[in-house]
Each structure stands twice: as structure tokens, then as C-alpha cells.
């Protein structure tokens, strides 16, 4: 049998967040009580050592809050490892990725009214075209929306929408990150309980096609902040958005480099099982796609 890694995001309420798809944390629950049962649940660093079942990682990206208040305490409860991979733009920069504006704004407002709040300002034809590319959203609005703060507009435009949405809502930029994401003393806490931690990226961009640049301003920064936080080496990666579109490219150009600054595992958004301790790179199962009982 082979090993599996399963993809956490948000682990919260979906009523309480309806900016994505969360887990909730109940069925989070039952989703490791299951995996401890057909599976051992290891640190990935202890992915080599011999084991009577076949492995299982519980492997979360973005670091948001949820994961702190409701995986982490469920984890600690089921004593099981999780691995959490981190980014330091929003702590250290202060600066929140765009996809997390997204999620945050569809969150708390109607996606109809933000349609007709912007729908002056732009081709509504044009984009209720090309919004097609969001076909598994139900809401035609959800659609619309999603489309121009991704493609349509530009990131300072985007941006500058988008943050005065969350700041009508936290107050403040600051108030929102440290409300959304996992702080450094609680990153410190997790890492002390057990918890495997890895780097995820400093601004969340996908793979531009040059791998040394993109080691230096997506991976080192973020590596170099957290390895001096914990004051331990940092050998594991998760990159944002699996890659993106250039993710094939991605895993062949980066992987000497990683290799060459002590990376030992890559987690990519390739959904599959995998063979643990073999290869660098390793498939995983979104949790909103897991089979299990
Ligand atoms: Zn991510």
C-alpha cells in the first residue's frame, strides 16, 4: 500500500468562512481519527524510519489562523504530528497575498453587490465571458468577481479594492494579519509541541520560470526568517499554488537548488498517493477529496 499526504487549507466552520471550501473541524477530526487507523501519521522528517502501516503526512499550507486555534488543538488532542509550512510576507513585510484579500472579502460580502458596487468601472461583457475559467462556482456573481480581481484588474488595483474591504471589516491591515494568520509565538508553541514546520514562500506567487531568482526572493527570505525564529534547520517546502501553471518546470529546475540549500522533501498540489523517503517530490489528496469513512 502506498503512502498518503493529505492537503489541509482552512480548517473552520463553513458557515462562519465563505470566502473558499474550509473543513470543518469536526470532520477534520474523524479525517485523522481515520488516517491513524489504516495509517501511521509521521513528522516528514521521519519519512526513512520503518513503520508496521504505511504512512500518512497531515500537511497544511498558509498558515492561517484556523490551523492554529483548530488543527493544531485537535492534532495535540488525537496526539498525532502535523507538518504546517509558513509564509513570512504578511508577518514580516506586513503585506497580505492577494487570494487572501479574495477569500476574505467573498467572506463577508455579497458577491452581487460587490458586482454591482465595480461593475461601472469595467467590461461587464468581457467579463462575464472569460469568467467562464470559474465554471465549478455556482453563484454566476461568484464567478464575475473572482475573475476580475484575479485577471482583470491589476494587482495594485486589486489590491487597493480589496484592502479597503478587509480594513472596513478589521479596522486595520495590521488587525487583519494578526488576526488571520498564525503568529510567530504561536509558530514557536507548535513547533515545541511536536508540530513539523516548512517553508511555504514570502509573497505566495506562482513559479516565474527562473529558478534561482525565484529561490531568492520566494524561498530564502522566508527560509533564513523562520530558521532563526526556531533557531533549528528548516529542510522542507511546499510551494505556493503547487507551482502554478509552470509547476512541471518548477519541480526539475528548483530541485538542485533546494537540494543545494538543505531541502530534504517537496509537497506539491499533484493529487495522488506516493511512495514516502523515495522521491523529492511528493503527490498529495486535497481533504475535500479524500475517500474515507
Ligand atoms: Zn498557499
Same mark, same amino acid.
Given at each position: 500500500?502506498? %503512502?498518503?499526504?493529505?492537503? &489541509?487549507?482552512?480548517?473552520?466552520?463553513?458557515?462562519?468562512?465563505?470566502?473558499?471550501?474550509? @473543513?470543518?473541524?469536526?470532520?477534520?477530526?474523524?479525517?485523522?481519527?481515520?488516517?491513524?487507523?489504516?495509517?501511521? @501519521?509521521?513528522?516528514?522528517? %521521519?519519512?526513512?524510519?520503518?513503520? !508496521?502501516?504505511?504512512?500518512?503526512?497531515?500537511?497544511?499550507?498558509?498558515? !492561517?489562523?484556523?490551523?492554529?486555534?483548530?488543527?493544531?488543538? *485537535?492534532?495535540?488532542?488525537?496526539?498525532?504530528?502535523?507538518?504546517?509550512?509558513?509564509?513570512?510576507? #504578511?508577518?514580516?513585510?506586513?503585506?497580505? #497575498?492577494?487570494? =487572501?484579500?479574495? =477569500? $476574505?472579502?467573498?467572506?463577508?460580502?455579497?458577491?452581487?453587490?460587490?458586482?454591482?458596487?465595480?461593475?461601472?468601472?469595467?467590461?461587464?461583457?468581457?467579463?462575464?465571458?472569460?469568467?467562464?475559467?470559474?465554471?465549478?462556482?455556482?453563484?454566476?456573481?461568484?464567478?464575475?468577481?473572482?475573475?476580475?480581481?484575479?485577471?482583470?484588474?491589476?494587482?495594485?488595483?486589486?489590491?487597493?479594492?480589496?484592502?479597503?474591504?478587509?480594513?472596513? *471589516?478589521?479596522?486595520?491591515?495590521?488587525?487583519?494579519?494578526?488576526?488571520?494568520? @498564525?503568529?510567530?509565538?504561536?509558530? *514557536?508553541?507548535?513547533?515545541?509541541?511536536?508540530?513539523?514546520?516548512?517553508?511555504?514562500?514570502?509573497? =505566495?506567487? #506562482? &513559479?516565474?520560470?527562473?529558478?534561482?531568482?525565484?529561490?531568492?526572493?520566494?524561498?530564502?527570505?522566508?527560509?533564513?526568517?523562520?530558521?532563526?525564529?526556531?533557531?533549528?534547520? *528548516?529542510?522542507?517546502?511546499?510551494?505556493?499554488?503547487?507551482?502554478?501553471?509552470?509547476?512541471?518546470?518548477?519541480?526539475?529546475?528548483?530541485?538542485?537548488?533546494?537540494?543545494?540549500?538543505?531541502?530534504?522533501?517537496?509537497? $506539491?498540489?499533484?493529487?495522488?498517493? !506516493? $511512495?514516502?523517503?523515495?522521491?523529492?517530490?511528493?503527490?498529495? @489528496?486535497?481533504?475535500?477529496?479524500?475517500?474515507?469513512?
Amino acid at each position: 500500500m502506498k %503512502d498518503l499526504v493529505i492537503m &489541509y487549507h482552512y480548517v473552520m466552520e463553513p458557515d462562519q468562512w465563505k470566502g473558499s471550501v474550509p @473543513i470543518s473541524p469536526n470532520e477534520f477530526k474523524k479525517q485523522v481519527e481515520w488516517a491513524k487507523k489504516y495509517y501511521e @501519521i509521521i513528522k516528514p522528517e %521521519d519519512m526513512n524510519k520503518p513503520t !508496521t502501516k504505511p504512512k500518512c503526512i497531515i500537511s497544511f499550507d498558509d498558515a !492561517t489562523k484556523d490551523q492554529y486555534k483548530n488543527a493544531f488543538r *485537535i492534532l495535540k488532542e488525537l496526539e498525532v504530528p502535523g507538518y504546517f509550512t509558513l509564509m513570512s510576507g #504578511p508577518l514580516v513585510e506586513r503585506q497580505v #497575498p492577494i487570494f =487572501h484579500l479574495v =477569500h $476574505t472579502t467573498l467572506s463577508y460580502f455579497n458577491d452581487k453587490e460587490i458586482w454591482e458596487e465595480v461593475s461601472l468601472k469595467v467590461d461587464k461583457d468581457e467579463i462575464k465571458n472569460k469568467s467562464e475559467i470559474y465554471s465549478y462556482e455556482e453563484n454566476e456573481y461568484r464567478r464575475f468577481v473572482k475573475y476580475l480581481f484575479n485577471f482583470y484588474w491589476s494587482e495594485d488595483e486589486s489590491r487597493a479594492f480589496l484592502e479597503e474591504k478587509v480594513i472596513s *471589516i478589521y479596522g486595520s491591515l495590521d488587525t487583519f494579519i494578526d488576526e488571520f494568520y @498564525i503568529s510567530e509565538k504561536e509558530i *514557536i508553541e507548535m513547533d515545541k509541541a511536536g508540530m513539523s514546520i516548512g517553508i511555504h514562500c514570502v509573497k =505566495h506567487i #506562482p &513559479y516565474d520560470g527562473n529558478a534561482q531568482d525565484f529561490y531568492n526572493k520566494e524561498i530564502k527570505p522566508c527560509k533564513n526568517h523562520f530558521e532563526k525564529l526556531l533557531n533549528k534547520e *528548516i529542510k522542507l517546502y511546499t510551494p505556493s499554488f503547487g507551482g502554478g501553471e509552470k509547476a512541471t518546470r518548477m519541480q526539475e529546475e528548483l530541485l538542485h537548488i533546494l537540494r543545494e540549500n538543505g531541502f530534504i522533501s517537496g509537497f $506539491t498540489t499533484q493529487k495522488g498517493l !506516493t $511512495t514516502l523517503g523515495k522521491n523529492f517530490w511528493h503527490n498529495r @489528496i486535497d481533504c475535500n477529496q479524500l475517500n474515507y469513512e
